[in-house]
């Protein structure tokens, strides 16, 4: 039966296990656990734990050993994978820690074939991707250039945009900051958090680094959620 909260959860997992195989001890195993609309959470959880893991079945890349994912009100875990695929283009931002831009194209270009794979109407797309490089302070003659061209906290900022260029309802977000110095870290955890009140986008954030939870709703460490020993 569905959960009363569906429409104000961004996110539920009731009776989670995951395991790489049969043979395998879980990796996962959670209970419950919800997270509220436009909420943003910081996750936090030592390498190993478990924590890309956990963004892989939220996005709908990987599904549940057993038990329910439930993701804007969909019930993502008992999707196909096409069905998976074309919810998260349409739903959901995913930022990977290793940004995994297309190494040919531009910045410009990286953002507008993520929006390809959206809903958003063709004539407004360059015009919405060069708006949100511009906020996140990506300048214009930066636009044209190669991924392979630009710094990591550049490739950090295209990845940011593309993730939201399709204006998603939630955003999952994997470590993007473990390249950055404190100063740029901060500056850009600031940065992404008053773009995402703008466009009203639950986030949540995984990293080891417990340092960085003071700039989110909240913090939840991934060792209270999780009753199974594993590995990420």
Same mark, same amino acid.
């Given at each position: ?60 890349? @990987? ?77 214009? @003659? ?91």
């Amino acid at each position: 039966m569905p959960n009363a909260d569906t429409e104000t959860n961004a996110i539920e997992v009731n009776d989670l296990v995951f395991r790489f195989s049969a043979a395998s001890a879980p990796v996962l195993s959670i209970p419950t656990w919800q997270v509220k609309r436009g909420r943003r959470i910081f996750l936090q959880g030592e390498s190993g734990s478990g924590k890309s893991t956990l963004l892989a079945l939220l996005s709908g890349l @990987q599904v549940p050993t057993q038990g329910d994912v439930t993701v804007l009100g969909s019930k993502i875990s008992a999707l196909g994978t096409r069905q998976r695929d074309a919810f998260r283009a349409k739903n959901l931002g995913v930022v990977f820690q290793q940004f995994n831009l297309i190494p040919y194209l531009s910045a410009l270009e990286n953002v507008l074939l993520a929006a390809h794979f959206g809903v958003s109407g063709a004539a407004s797309l360059k015009a919405r991707a060069v708006e949100l490089l511009e906020r996140v302070n990506l300048q214009p @003659q930066l636009h044209a250039r190669k991924s392979t061209e630009l710094s990591i906290g550049q490739q950090q900022r295209v990845a940011i945009v593309r993730a939201l260029i399709n204006t998603p309802a939630l955003l999952l977000v994997d470590e993007p900051t473990s390249a950055l110095d404190h100063a740029n870290r901060d500056a850009f955890l600031a940065l992404l958090l008053e773009v995402l009140a703008e466009l009203d986008c639950a986030m949540v954030f995984v990293s080891h680094d417990p340092t960085l939870g003071r700039h989110f709703d909240s913090t939840v460490s991934l060792s209270d959620l999780n009753q199974a020993g594993g590995q990420n």
